[in-house]
Protein backbone atom coordinates (compact mmCIF):
# COMPACT_ATOMS: atom_id res chain seq x y z
CA UNK A 1 0.00 0.00 0.00
CA UNK A 2 1.02 3.42 -0.74
CA UNK A 3 0.80 4.95 2.48
CA UNK A 4 2.42 8.94 2.14
CA UNK A 5 4.45 10.32 5.10
CA UNK A 6 5.30 13.02 3.20
CA UNK A 7 3.46 16.21 4.91
CA UNK A 8 5.07 19.05 2.38
CA UNK A 9 2.50 18.55 0.32
CA UNK A 10 0.04 19.58 3.09
CA UNK A 11 -1.31 22.84 2.50
CA UNK A 12 -3.30 24.56 5.66
CA UNK A 13 -4.39 27.96 4.35
CA UNK A 14 -5.94 30.03 7.04
CA UNK A 15 -9.30 30.19 5.73
CA UNK A 16 -13.03 28.51 6.19
CA UNK A 17 -13.60 26.06 3.28
CA UNK A 18 -17.05 25.78 1.48
CA UNK A 19 -16.54 27.18 -2.34
CA UNK A 20 -14.23 25.10 -3.93
CA UNK A 21 -11.48 26.39 -5.91
CA UNK A 22 -12.16 26.88 -10.05
CA UNK A 23 -8.94 25.01 -10.17
CA UNK A 24 -8.82 22.48 -8.14
CA UNK A 25 -12.44 21.62 -9.71
CA UNK A 26 -11.12 22.03 -13.07
CA UNK A 27 -7.84 19.84 -12.62
CA UNK A 28 -10.39 16.62 -11.00
CA UNK A 29 -12.99 17.55 -14.05
CA UNK A 30 -10.63 17.25 -16.70
CA UNK A 31 -8.66 14.04 -15.40
CA UNK A 32 -12.23 12.67 -15.17
CA UNK A 33 -13.56 13.94 -18.12
CA UNK A 34 -10.66 12.66 -20.73
CA UNK A 35 -11.09 9.11 -19.32
CA UNK A 36 -13.19 6.83 -21.05
CA UNK A 37 -14.09 5.01 -18.33
CA UNK A 38 -14.01 5.40 -14.62
CA UNK A 39 -14.19 3.21 -11.56
CA UNK A 40 -15.76 5.01 -8.47
CA UNK A 41 -14.91 3.80 -5.37
CA UNK A 42 -17.12 3.84 -1.85
CA UNK A 43 -15.73 3.59 1.77
CA UNK A 44 -15.87 0.07 3.46
CA UNK A 45 -19.25 -0.62 4.82
CA UNK A 46 -20.49 1.99 2.22
CA UNK A 47 -22.95 4.47 3.53
CA UNK A 48 -25.55 6.90 2.27
CA UNK A 49 -23.12 9.66 1.37
CA UNK A 50 -20.29 7.79 0.56
CA UNK A 51 -23.02 6.09 -2.10
CA UNK A 52 -24.75 9.20 -3.14
CA UNK A 53 -21.63 10.94 -3.93
CA UNK A 54 -20.84 8.31 -6.31
CA UNK A 55 -24.35 8.01 -7.90
CA UNK A 56 -24.07 11.88 -8.46
CA UNK A 57 -20.60 11.32 -9.90
CA UNK A 58 -22.06 8.15 -12.31
CA UNK A 59 -24.69 10.46 -13.50
CA UNK A 60 -22.51 13.92 -14.39
CA UNK A 61 -19.92 11.40 -15.46
CA UNK A 62 -22.33 9.77 -17.98
CA UNK A 63 -23.69 13.01 -19.40
CA UNK A 64 -19.88 14.10 -20.50
CA UNK A 65 -19.68 10.36 -22.18
CA UNK A 66 -17.66 8.64 -19.45
CA UNK A 67 -18.58 5.05 -18.90
CA UNK A 68 -18.56 4.38 -14.56
CA UNK A 69 -18.66 1.31 -12.51
CA UNK A 70 -19.48 1.93 -9.05
CA UNK A 71 -17.76 -0.74 -6.21
CA UNK A 72 -19.62 -0.71 -3.10
CA UNK A 73 -19.14 -2.04 -0.06
CA UNK A 74 -22.92 -3.88 1.16
CA UNK A 75 -24.74 -0.22 1.11
CA UNK A 76 -27.79 -2.17 -0.39
CA UNK A 77 -29.68 -0.66 1.97
CA UNK A 78 -28.90 2.91 0.43
CA UNK A 79 -31.14 5.32 -1.22
CA UNK A 80 -31.83 4.29 -5.09
CA UNK A 81 -29.15 1.26 -5.01
CA UNK A 82 -30.06 0.00 -8.21
CA UNK A 83 -27.22 -2.43 -9.45
CA UNK A 84 -28.20 -1.85 -13.12
CA UNK A 85 -28.50 1.36 -13.45
CA UNK A 86 -25.71 2.16 -11.81
CA UNK A 87 -23.22 -0.76 -12.82
CA UNK A 88 -23.02 -1.35 -9.33
CA UNK A 89 -20.08 -4.56 -8.28
CA UNK A 90 -19.54 -5.05 -5.05
CA UNK A 91 -16.23 -5.22 -3.01
CA UNK A 92 -16.20 -8.85 -2.58
CA UNK A 93 -16.19 -9.17 -6.12
CA UNK A 94 -13.51 -7.72 -7.29
CA UNK A 95 -9.86 -9.20 -7.43
CA UNK A 96 -6.37 -8.68 -9.44
CA UNK A 97 -8.10 -9.79 -12.66
CA UNK A 98 -11.10 -6.98 -12.41
CA UNK A 99 -10.30 -5.10 -15.57
CA UNK A 100 -9.10 -1.53 -14.96
CA UNK A 101 -10.90 1.48 -15.73
CA UNK A 102 -9.23 4.39 -17.38
CA UNK A 103 -9.14 6.15 -13.85
CA UNK A 104 -10.05 5.49 -10.21
CA UNK A 105 -12.22 8.00 -8.06
CA UNK A 106 -12.66 7.83 -4.40
CA UNK A 107 -15.27 9.12 -2.55
CA UNK A 108 -15.48 10.33 1.23
CA UNK A 109 -12.10 8.22 1.86
CA UNK A 110 -8.69 9.57 1.65
CA UNK A 111 -7.30 6.79 3.72
CA UNK A 112 -6.12 3.13 2.92
CA UNK A 113 -7.87 2.15 6.37
CA UNK A 114 -10.84 3.25 4.89
CA UNK A 115 -11.26 0.83 1.77
CA UNK A 116 -11.86 -3.08 2.04
CA UNK A 117 -8.76 -4.17 2.03
CA UNK A 118 -9.01 -6.12 -1.81
CA UNK A 119 -10.28 -2.71 -3.06
CA UNK A 120 -7.17 -1.32 -1.68
CA UNK A 121 -4.74 -3.57 -3.59
CA UNK A 122 -6.85 -2.82 -6.88
CA UNK A 123 -7.16 1.08 -6.03
CA UNK A 124 -3.27 0.74 -5.72
CA UNK A 125 -3.02 -0.85 -9.24
CA UNK A 126 -4.33 2.54 -10.98
CA UNK A 127 -1.03 4.08 -9.54
CA UNK A 128 -1.42 7.48 -10.41
CA UNK A 129 -4.98 7.96 -11.58
CA UNK A 130 -6.63 7.86 -8.94
CA UNK A 131 -8.32 11.23 -7.97
CA UNK A 132 -10.73 11.44 -4.97
CA UNK A 133 -12.95 13.98 -2.40
CA UNK A 134 -13.27 13.36 1.00
CA UNK A 135 -14.03 15.36 4.26
CA UNK A 136 -12.62 13.14 6.89
CA UNK A 137 -8.96 14.08 7.99
CA UNK A 138 -6.90 11.47 8.10
CA UNK A 139 -2.91 10.49 7.97
CA UNK A 140 -2.62 7.27 6.11
CA UNK A 141 -3.52 9.10 2.59
CA UNK A 142 -4.07 7.25 -1.06
CA UNK A 143 -2.74 9.51 -2.30
CA UNK A 144 0.47 11.47 -2.12
CA UNK A 145 -1.05 14.43 -4.17
CA UNK A 146 -3.29 16.21 -2.13
CA UNK A 147 -5.30 19.75 -0.78
CA UNK A 148 -6.07 19.58 2.63
CA UNK A 149 -8.21 22.55 3.88
CA UNK A 150 -9.05 22.58 7.37
CA UNK A 151 -9.64 25.78 8.48
CA UNK A 152 -12.73 27.88 6.96
CA UNK A 153 -13.15 30.75 4.84
CA UNK A 154 -11.76 34.43 6.23
CA UNK A 155 -14.39 36.86 6.33
CA UNK A 156 -13.05 38.32 3.21
CA UNK A 157 -14.68 35.35 1.20
CA UNK A 158 -11.57 35.35 -1.12
CA UNK A 159 -11.27 32.22 -2.99
CA UNK A 160 -8.49 30.13 -1.21
CA UNK A 161 -5.24 29.92 -3.43
CA UNK A 162 -4.32 26.69 -3.87
CA UNK A 163 -2.22 24.25 -6.29
CA UNK A 164 -4.28 21.75 -8.34
CA UNK A 165 -4.11 18.37 -7.06
CA UNK A 166 -5.42 14.59 -7.95
CA UNK A 167 -7.51 14.77 -4.29
CA UNK A 168 -9.55 17.11 -2.19
CA UNK A 169 -9.99 16.99 1.17
CA UNK A 170 -12.18 19.74 2.94
CA UNK A 171 -12.56 18.73 6.55
CA UNK A 172 -14.68 21.22 7.45
CA UNK A 173 -17.51 19.72 5.02
CA UNK A 174 -20.36 17.94 7.17
CA UNK A 175 -21.16 15.23 4.33
CA UNK A 176 -18.94 14.56 1.22
CA UNK A 177 -22.19 15.01 -0.74
CA UNK A 178 -21.34 18.82 0.20
CA UNK A 179 -17.97 18.66 -1.36
CA UNK A 180 -19.51 16.97 -4.47
CA UNK A 181 -22.20 20.00 -4.71
CA UNK A 182 -19.32 22.62 -4.33
CA UNK A 183 -17.87 20.58 -7.01
CA UNK A 184 -20.25 20.39 -9.38
CA UNK A 185 -21.30 24.74 -8.52
CA UNK A 186 -17.30 25.27 -9.65
CA UNK A 187 -16.92 23.34 -12.47
CA UNK A 188 -20.44 24.99 -13.64
CA UNK A 189 -22.31 21.59 -13.88
CA UNK A 190 -26.37 22.51 -13.19
CA UNK A 191 -27.17 19.41 -11.59
CA UNK A 192 -30.45 17.60 -12.47
CA UNK A 193 -33.30 16.14 -9.66
CA UNK A 194 -31.91 12.42 -9.93
CA UNK A 195 -28.79 14.58 -9.03
CA UNK A 196 -30.00 16.47 -6.58
CA UNK A 197 -31.79 13.65 -4.77
CA UNK A 198 -28.38 11.72 -4.47
CA UNK A 199 -26.68 14.64 -2.74
CA UNK A 200 -29.81 15.24 -0.69
CA UNK A 201 -29.63 11.75 0.46
CA UNK A 202 -26.26 11.82 1.66
CA UNK A 203 -26.47 15.54 3.05
CA UNK A 204 -29.06 14.47 5.61
CA UNK A 205 -27.50 11.23 6.27
CA UNK A 206 -24.06 12.22 7.21
CA UNK A 207 -25.33 15.31 9.13
CA UNK A 208 -28.34 13.68 11.03
CA UNK A 209 -26.49 11.30 12.82
CA UNK A 210 -23.83 14.07 13.71
CA UNK A 211 -26.56 16.60 14.65
CA UNK A 212 -26.51 18.80 12.29
CA UNK A 213 -29.96 18.37 11.30
CA UNK A 214 -33.37 16.87 12.00
CA UNK A 215 -36.46 16.37 9.98
CA UNK A 216 -39.32 17.64 11.84
CA UNK A 217 -42.86 15.19 11.35
CA UNK A 218 -44.09 17.33 8.74
CA UNK A 219 -41.14 16.83 6.78
CA UNK A 220 -39.12 20.05 7.16
CA UNK A 221 -35.41 19.47 6.89
CA UNK A 222 -33.93 22.06 9.83
CA UNK A 223 -30.49 22.95 9.44
CA UNK A 224 -29.55 23.30 13.39
CA UNK A 225 -27.31 26.48 14.22
CA UNK A 226 -24.31 25.22 15.38
CA UNK A 227 -21.91 27.39 16.50
CA UNK A 228 -18.72 25.89 14.94
CA UNK A 229 -20.17 25.06 11.56
CA UNK A 230 -17.44 25.96 9.33
CA UNK A 231 -18.54 23.89 6.27
CA UNK A 232 -21.67 25.97 6.05
CA UNK A 233 -23.52 23.17 6.19
CA UNK A 234 -27.50 25.50 5.92
CA UNK A 235 -26.02 26.90 2.72
CA UNK A 236 -25.05 24.07 0.87
CA UNK A 237 -28.36 21.75 1.74
CA UNK A 238 -30.29 24.73 0.69
CA UNK A 239 -28.53 25.09 -2.51
CA UNK A 240 -29.12 21.66 -3.32
CA UNK A 241 -32.79 21.64 -1.76
CA UNK A 242 -33.44 24.47 -4.17
CA UNK A 243 -33.07 22.55 -6.82
CA UNK A 244 -35.62 20.30 -6.29
CA UNK A 245 -39.74 19.86 -6.13
CA UNK A 246 -41.49 18.51 -3.42
CA UNK A 247 -41.71 15.48 -4.43
CA UNK A 248 -37.82 15.17 -4.85
CA UNK A 249 -37.25 15.90 -1.08
CA UNK A 250 -40.28 13.76 0.28
CA UNK A 251 -39.14 10.29 -2.21
CA UNK A 252 -35.85 10.88 -0.25
CA UNK A 253 -37.73 11.73 3.25
CA UNK A 254 -39.48 8.38 2.60
CA UNK A 255 -36.49 6.07 2.02
CA UNK A 256 -35.14 7.13 5.51
CA UNK A 257 -38.51 6.38 6.92
CA UNK A 258 -38.85 3.18 5.67
CA UNK A 259 -35.54 1.99 5.75
CA UNK A 260 -35.50 3.29 9.99
CA UNK A 261 -38.80 1.87 10.65
CA UNK A 262 -38.97 -0.91 12.70
CA UNK A 263 -41.01 -4.29 11.60
CA UNK A 264 -43.33 -6.90 13.82
CA UNK A 265 -40.36 -9.04 13.79
CA UNK A 266 -37.97 -6.75 15.45
CA UNK A 267 -39.79 -5.18 17.83
CA UNK A 268 -40.70 -8.31 19.18
CA UNK A 269 -36.53 -9.21 19.34
CA UNK A 270 -36.84 -5.60 20.92
CA UNK A 271 -38.83 -6.83 24.12
CA UNK A 272 -36.90 -10.02 24.47
CA UNK A 273 -33.55 -8.13 24.84
CA UNK A 274 -33.83 -7.56 28.87
CA UNK A 275 -34.25 -10.82 29.80
CA UNK A 276 -31.52 -12.01 27.67
CA UNK A 277 -29.30 -9.31 29.79
CA UNK A 278 -26.02 -10.48 31.63
CA UNK A 279 -24.05 -8.22 34.05
CA UNK A 280 -20.68 -7.98 35.06
CA UNK A 281 -19.99 -9.18 38.94
CA UNK A 282 -19.84 -5.56 40.00
CA UNK A 283 -23.05 -5.02 38.43
CA UNK A 284 -22.17 -2.02 37.07
CA UNK A 285 -22.26 -3.74 33.31
CA UNK A 286 -24.61 -4.56 31.38
CA UNK A 287 -24.26 -6.71 27.81
CA UNK A 288 -26.39 -8.69 25.33
CA UNK A 289 -24.02 -11.34 24.19
CA UNK A 290 -25.96 -12.21 20.67
CA UNK A 291 -23.51 -15.98 19.49
CA UNK A 292 -22.81 -16.83 15.92
CA UNK A 293 -25.78 -18.94 14.60
CA UNK A 294 -28.38 -16.89 17.28
CA UNK A 295 -31.38 -17.93 15.20
CA UNK A 296 -33.59 -14.65 16.21
CA UNK A 297 -30.55 -12.62 15.07
CA UNK A 298 -30.34 -14.75 11.81
CA UNK A 299 -34.04 -14.33 11.00
CA UNK A 300 -33.85 -10.65 11.45
CA UNK A 301 -30.92 -11.20 8.21
CA UNK A 302 -28.30 -10.14 11.24
CA UNK A 303 -26.88 -6.19 11.61
CA UNK A 304 -28.81 -4.59 9.45
CA UNK A 305 -30.13 -0.93 9.91
CA UNK A 306 -33.34 -1.93 11.60
CA UNK A 307 -31.22 -3.93 14.04
CA UNK A 308 -28.66 -1.63 14.62
CA UNK A 309 -31.27 1.31 15.89
CA UNK A 310 -32.90 -1.99 17.69
CA UNK A 311 -29.39 -2.43 19.87
CA UNK A 312 -28.87 1.30 19.59
CA UNK A 313 -31.80 1.86 21.44
CA UNK A 314 -31.15 -1.08 23.89
CA UNK A 315 -27.98 0.37 25.01
CA UNK A 316 -29.51 4.02 25.48
CA UNK A 317 -32.31 2.25 27.62
CA UNK A 318 -30.67 0.18 29.46
CA UNK A 319 -28.35 2.91 30.68
CA UNK A 320 -31.28 5.06 31.96
CA UNK A 321 -30.58 2.76 34.90
CA UNK A 322 -28.69 4.43 37.43
CA UNK A 323 -27.16 1.68 39.19
CA UNK A 324 -25.20 0.86 35.36
CA UNK A 325 -22.49 2.30 34.15
CA UNK A 326 -21.51 0.81 30.86
CA UNK A 327 -23.81 -1.29 28.33
CA UNK A 328 -22.54 -3.23 25.33
CA UNK A 329 -23.92 -5.37 22.66
CA UNK A 330 -21.99 -8.42 20.88
CA UNK A 331 -23.36 -9.37 17.86
CA UNK A 332 -21.90 -11.37 14.32
CA UNK A 333 -21.88 -9.26 11.52
CA UNK A 334 -23.26 -9.86 8.12
CA UNK A 335 -19.99 -11.01 7.13
CA UNK A 336 -19.50 -15.07 8.25
CA UNK A 337 -16.28 -14.04 9.94
CA UNK A 338 -16.41 -10.49 11.88
CA UNK A 339 -17.81 -10.49 15.44
CA UNK A 340 -18.76 -6.58 16.46
CA UNK A 341 -19.59 -5.13 19.64
CA UNK A 342 -20.74 -1.77 20.41
CA UNK A 343 -20.36 -0.38 24.11
CA UNK A 344 -22.37 3.03 25.70
CA UNK A 345 -21.07 4.27 29.08
CA UNK A 346 -20.85 7.33 31.36
CA UNK A 347 -18.12 9.54 31.36
CA UNK A 348 -15.39 8.24 29.57
CA UNK A 349 -15.33 4.16 30.96
CA UNK A 350 -15.46 2.89 27.30
CA UNK A 351 -11.83 4.35 26.44
CA UNK A 352 -11.41 3.16 29.94
CA UNK A 353 -12.54 -0.10 29.13
CA UNK A 354 -10.46 -0.60 25.98
CA UNK A 355 -7.12 0.80 26.70
CA UNK A 356 -7.58 -1.73 30.37
CA UNK A 357 -7.79 -4.90 27.93
CA UNK A 358 -5.23 -3.19 25.22
CA UNK A 359 -2.70 -2.92 28.63
CA UNK A 360 -3.38 -5.86 30.29
CA UNK A 361 -4.96 -8.79 28.35
CA UNK A 362 -5.32 -8.04 24.98
CA UNK A 363 -2.50 -5.48 23.33
CA UNK A 364 -4.12 -6.05 19.37
CA UNK A 365 -7.80 -5.27 20.49
CA UNK A 366 -9.37 -3.54 17.70
CA UNK A 367 -11.49 -0.98 19.09
CA UNK A 368 -12.21 2.62 19.84
CA UNK A 369 -14.11 5.65 18.66
CA UNK A 370 -15.22 8.72 21.51
CA UNK A 371 -14.66 8.42 25.37
CA UNK A 372 -17.81 7.49 25.86
CA UNK A 373 -19.17 5.52 23.06
CA UNK A 374 -17.15 2.88 20.77
CA UNK A 375 -16.90 -0.12 18.33
CA UNK A 376 -14.72 -2.96 18.29
CA UNK A 377 -14.35 -6.36 16.43
CA UNK A 378 -12.63 -9.33 15.79
CA UNK A 379 -12.15 -11.56 12.88
CA UNK A 380 -13.50 -15.01 13.78
CA UNK A 381 -16.64 -16.95 13.44
CA UNK A 382 -15.64 -19.60 16.39
CA UNK A 383 -18.22 -19.42 19.26
CA UNK A 384 -15.70 -19.99 21.81
CA UNK A 385 -12.97 -17.32 20.59
CA UNK A 386 -15.80 -15.09 20.43
CA UNK A 387 -17.11 -15.61 23.92
CA UNK A 388 -13.93 -15.22 24.98
CA UNK A 389 -13.45 -12.19 23.27
CA UNK A 390 -16.69 -10.78 24.96
CA UNK A 391 -15.03 -12.05 28.63
CA UNK A 392 -12.08 -9.36 28.12
CA UNK A 393 -14.61 -6.89 28.45
CA UNK A 394 -16.57 -8.10 31.37
CA UNK A 395 -13.58 -8.76 33.12
CA UNK A 396 -12.07 -5.11 32.18
CA UNK A 397 -15.18 -3.73 33.66
CA UNK A 398 -15.10 -5.48 36.73
CA UNK A 399 -11.98 -4.02 37.29
CA UNK A 400 -12.37 -0.59 35.75
CA UNK A 401 -15.97 0.40 36.83
CA UNK A 402 -15.30 -1.32 40.96
MN1 LIG B 1 -19.28 11.04 4.81
Not at 94 to 115: H, Q, Y
Not at 184 to 202: T, Y
Not at 366 to 394: P, Q, T
Request: proline residues 2%; glycine residues 4%.
Amino acid sequence: MIINSNYKNFIQPNFTANIMPKNCAEYIDNKLKYAKTADIFCHASSDEDSFNSAKAMYSYLESQGVKSRIIVSNGKECYDYNANKYNIIQASEVNENTKKADIALCVDFSATSRAVPNVMKYINSYGANVVGFDHHNNTDKITPNYNQITKSYAKTQELPKLDAKNFYIDSSAKSNCAIISRFFDAIGHKINREEGRSLLAGMIDDTSKDGFTKISKLGQIEVLDKTNDNGNTKTVMNNVLSKLNVFDKLNVLKHFSDKTKLTDKEIKFQETLKERTQYSKNGKFAYLEIQQGDEAWENLGRDTVRTKTVLGNYRKKMLEDKNLDAVAVFFPTNDENSYKMSILTRNDYAKQIINEIKSSTYPNLVAGGHDDRSGGSIESSDKRVCHNWVNLFVNAADKILA
